[in-house]
């Protein structure tokens, strides 16, 4: 919220900051980025919002900059019922940001905890990752125009990590966001090979030497193995050390996911993509490695759903665009594809596949077969529209041949090669199942333990019982439920433990939130001073409140469920 529509990048960053903040506590679950900025300025009911994300809570906030100073607004909403369990303002210098975002996130995490159960939080949340707040911001304008993922915008990305580096050079961050961009450009083939990968491993170098405990540590390992070198077992090694730093890491789970479907483990790789739809629901790219799973399946109604899920997510999205016609080419629906692509650049390949596929068309002209042969010298192909087609006609030895020459190259786009099924004719060929031969065997993966964790036990039984007793009798004698500010942590604090002992012992060992442990002694001196003749001139809200209710719709939403009636009619019933 400013004059400075420019500063929007400045707000995005910290509610990405928050974001990851809360991602690092085990057991909360929190929608990433790109689902949680797909309704970000939408004019939508939270109830909806609820619904589309699978949550039933909503943080909502502003960021207000001005100068030097720094003003975030957070709100807590029930999806169900609209209800604001919690709203603070904070207010502080710039150059305090990481501690304002560090308290911001434990505020929430602790927020969260009061309403809904036990999870332990950790001391801090969120780390400084520059003393400069130069070099943070322009790191925050660097990451905003990689996350759109064009490379006109990623080579600007780089332009503004460099300019953070030169701020600090220390700043581990921006080092491993170079090395991200500059493998993205030589993978996508808009950088030269030797000079992309020189850049990037000067900027690992110096990443690692400063840092090592960042999930890009691993990660820019599975970039080198994985689509570098196709070293697949390294790979796998890689990418569970990124998701031992955050096991919802969106980046990871996808990678996950393409490990084993380039392997043909396809109910491994359904685990991680529908955790990726989990924790990101709105997020095309998601929804894209959804489809390509159920497309190597030969599942291509499942995959046709997804991919026109993801197109609708990002209308701009071209390799979706590319998945649907070879659906739709796979269930021989030429209507469709006609209405779809007649329009498109790529129409004439896209059509001359389908004659190929469905129509028995064997032959192809002289230049179009001498075009074809030039295209294993282009790296930046996205989708192998001319492969494909070689491969259903006559021409198989030559599209065998240039399949050999693309893995050879070790090109991500031919990764999946071996369960393509518009390659199925090239598999009468007794070599195409040994071009390449993985290093990773179903024996060598272990897939994450499915269903709830258990909650480990932080507090034995005579620990419980004296802590329960504690409880109890300080909130008979002292009656602390009157404040309405009382927090977890300030109880802890009273009682001598910690919050995550005492958020243990109130979730896990009597079986209720803090909120409904606290509101249900607030319910119960409402009620008995509530049938006090000498109050009987003040309203049962004035009540409410004197009782430790900060809110009328929370008091009446609290009565009415544990009282199966309403405040007044139970005053009525009980003072006959």
């Known amino acids: 919220m400013s004059n400075d529509i420019e500063n929007e990048y400045f707000s995005d960053g910290i509610t990405e900051e928050i974001i990851n903040a809360l991602t690092k506590i085990n057991g909360l679950k929190v929608i990433a980025r790109t689902s949680s900025f797909a309704l970000k300025g939408k004019n939508i009911d939270v109830r909806e919002i609820g619904k589309q994300l699978g949550v039933v809570t909503i943080l909502e906030g502003s960021v207000r900059k001005s100068v030097n100073k720094v003003r975030i607004t957070a709100q807590l909403i029930d999806t169900v019922d609209g209800t604001h369990f919690w709203s603070k303002n904070f207010d502080s210098q710039l150059n305090d940001i990481f501690e304002l975002q560090d308290e911001v996130s434990l505020l929430i995490a602790n927020e ?7 999870f332990e939080i950790q001391e801090h949340l969120v780390k400084n990752s520059t003393t400069n707040v130069d070099a943070y911001e322009l790191f925050l304008k660097g990451r905003s125009l990689q996350l759109q993922w064009t490379p006109e915008s990623l080579k600007k990305a780089i332009t503004y990590y460099d300019n953070a580096i030169s701020k600090d050079i220390n700043y581990a961050k921006a080092y491993y ?82 490990l084993f479907l380039a392997h043909g483990f396809f109910k491994e790789a359904l685990v991680y993509a529908d955790k990726l739809l989990e924790v990101d629901p709105l997020s095309a790219n998601n929804h894209y490695t959804y489809a390509n799973i159920h497309y190597y399946k030969r599942d291509f109604e499942t995959a046709l759903h997804h991919i026109s899920r993801a197109i609708n997510l990002r209308p701009d999205f071209d390799l979706a665009y590319h998945k649907k016609a070879l659906c739709l080419i796979s269930l021989n629906r030429k209507e469709e594809l006609t209405n779809t692509f007649k329009n498109n650049p790529l129409w004439e390949k896209i059509h001359l596949l389908f004659d190929c596929v469905n129509s028995g068309r064997n032959e192809l002209p002289q230049d179009v077969l001498a075009s074809f042969t030039d295209k294993p010298l282009e790296r930046n192909q996205i989708t192998l529209f001319e492969l494909f087609i070689l491969a259903n006609t006559r021409y198989t030895a030559l599209a065998f041949d240039i399949l050999r020459s693309y893995i050879d190259q070790k090109r991500g786009q031919i990764l999946n090669y071996k369960f393509e099924p518009l390659l199925k004719p090239l598999q009468t060929n007794k070599e195409f199942f040994t071009l390449n031969v993985s290093n990773l065997s179903y024996d060598d993966i272990t897939l994450p333990v499915s269903g709830k964790e258990t909650s480990k036990v932080i507090l034995n039984e005579q620990e419980q019982s004296q802590l329960k007793e504690e409880l109890l009798s300080y909130f008979d004698h002292d009656k602390p439920f009157l404040d309405p500010q009382l ?35 607030r319910l119960t001196h409402f009620k008995s001073i509530a049938l006090l003749p000498e109050n009987e001139n003040i309203t049962l809200l004035g009540l409410a409140y004197d009782s430790g209710f900060n809110s009328k719709s929370v008091f009446n939403n609290f009565f009415k469920k544990n009282e199966k009636t309403t405040p007044s009619s139970w005053l009525k019933a009980n003072k006959r």
């Not at 969260?112 to 036990?118: C, K, L, Q, V």
């Not at 993205?184 to 090979?193: A, D, F, K, R």
């Not at 820019?220 to 796998?236: I, N, P, Q």
């Not at 802890?492 to 002694?521: D, Q, R, W």
Request: net charge negative.
């Open 177 to 258: 966001a170079n090395l991200q961009c500059y493998g993205l450009l030589v993978t996508w083939g808009y950088m030269p090979q030797e000079e992309g990968m020189e850049k990037a491993i000067t900027n690992f170098l110096k990443a690692k030497a400063l840092d090592t405990q960042l999930p890009e540590y691993p990660l820019s390992f599975v970039g080198r193995s994985f689509w570098g070198e196709w070293d697949f077992k390294s790979a796998y090694h890689y990418i569970n050390e990124v998701l031992a730093i955050n096991p919802n890491h969106i980046d990871g789970l996808e990678a996950m996911a393409e």
């Open 487 to 521: 927090s977890l942590n300030t109880v802890a604090e009273a009682l001598h433990t910690s919050p995550n002992k005492l958020s243990y012992l109130i979730n896990e060992v009597m079986g209720m939130n803090f909120n409904e442990f606290v509101n249900k002694k």
């Open 112 to 118: 969260i905890r009061n309403n809904f159960g036990y």
